[in-house]
């Protein structure tokens, strides 16, 4: 399968506890983005990497959370010191250079208890 | 600040019924805008993206169709099926360096054998 790809699919932490999540691109797209959606909700825009450069964040996105794209391939969102309000679903997409189809995978389902 | 909504937010029809969903937004400068469909507890998958120098877009029974100067899109379904059944969300992706796409709450659909 070469879509994209997130682990873990799902994650049950403790407030006040850091977790991770990784997503995997479709290989050829150098773009990436972040989104996070609630029960609900349409998806919200999170922040958007070109190859390894982040190159916008949302206001969504407060200090306790941190992207990275270190080669350009997979990223990596982190959020520390979890809270409830941060139970949600974390949506990953990838489109190319020439096409602005985002195509997104299965989503990381955060549970904060 | 571009913002989509989406009506209805539900909708219920039978089997064979072709049906239309809508979808509108403030900012007449889109660069494009991408329909996707969304199972329970699933992640985005893209069913049509219509780019702003085009005014429509088909595959298979979808339709879609993007009006700039009203600021509205439609997805029109054509005999309807069960497994059409899922929220259908809409989004609006900006220009220039700006990629990130604005979603809608989403249509909620339900088709009944």
């Known amino acids: 399968d070469t879509g994209v790809s997130q682990n873990p699919r799902h994650k049950i932490t403790k407030r006040g506890q850091n977790v991770t999540f990784r997503c995997d691109p479709i290989?050829?797209?150098?773009?990436l983005y972040w989104y996070r959606q609630t029960l609900g909700q349409g998806p919200e825009f999170l922040t958007y990497?070109?190859?390894?450069?982040?190159?916008?964040k949302s206001r969504l996105l407060s200090d306790r959370f941190s992207a990275e794209r270190p080669k350009g391939s997979f990223s990596t969102l982190e959020i520390q010191r979890t809270e409830q309000g941060d139970s949600a679903m974390y949506l990953c997409?990838?489109?190319?250079?020439?096409?602005?189809?985002?195509?997104f995978g299965p989503g990381t389902r955060l549970t904060v208890l | 600040k571009q913002e989509v909504t989406q009506i209805p937010a539900a909708l219920s029809v039978p089997e064979g019924e072709n049906l239309v969903l809508n979808c509108s937004f403030t900012d007449s400068a889109i660069y494009n805008l991408q329909w996707f469909r969304q199972d329970p507890g699933k992640g985005l998958t893209s069913l049509l993206l219509?780019?702003?120098?085009?005014r429509e877009q088909t595959s298979g029974r979808l339709n879609a169709s993007l009006d700039k100067s009203s600021g509205r899109s439609t997805l029109y379904i054509a005999a309807s099926q069960p497994g059409d059944s899922a929220t259908y969300l809409c989004?609006?992706?900006?220009?220039?360096?700006?990629?990130?796409?604005?979603f809608g709450k989403g249509t909620l659909l339900t088709v009944n054998p």
């Open positions: 219509i780019q702003s120098s085009q």
């Open positions: 290989s050829e797209h150098n773009r």
């Open positions: 997409a990838s489109s190319s250079k020439q096409h602005n189809e985002q195509f």
């Open positions: 989004a609006g992706g900006g220009g220039g360096s700006n990629y990130k796409l604005t």
């Open positions: 990497f070109q190859n390894e450069a982040q190159l916008e």
